[in-house]
């Protein structure tokens, strides 16, 4: 868990406690998955676990309508009200590019070939 409810609440978070969870996990997920689980290396008193509460929160804000929700929905209709998701998955990306560009790979990556 890289931001607790309390750290949540305390920036302006909004959500219940289960909906923040929901949202929390996911985006731990996300963050491991594109910094292929290189947060692991870094000690409780770096500074980079600042950027990584906020870039949870960022990532929860973005995902909110989908999590209050409980499905991912693009569009729903009801009587004069309508409401419209688009898919946040470039912005997700972007996100974790911007609040940890050392750790998410971009470009060619180049490495030394094997030979056996």
Do not use: C, H
């Amino acid at each position: 868990m890289y931001l607790t409810f309390q750290d949540y609440q305390s920036m302006g978070g909004k959500l219940s406690e289960p909906l923040f969870t929901r949202g929390e996990v996911r985006a731990s997920a996300e963050i491991d998955s594109a910094t292929n689980n290189q947060l692991k290396n870094y000690e409780p008193d770096d500074p980079i676990w600042n950027r990584v509460k906020f870039l949870v929160f960022e990532m929860i804000l973005v995902w909110d309508g989908q999590i209050k929700n409980g499905r991912d929905t693009q569009s729903e209709s009801n009587s004069k009200v309508s409401v419209t998701w688009k898919d946040n998955a470039g912005s997700i990306d972007n996100l974790i590019r911007s609040y940890l560009p050392a750790l998410v790979p971009s470009g060619i990556i180049q490495g030394k070939v094997l030979r056996v």
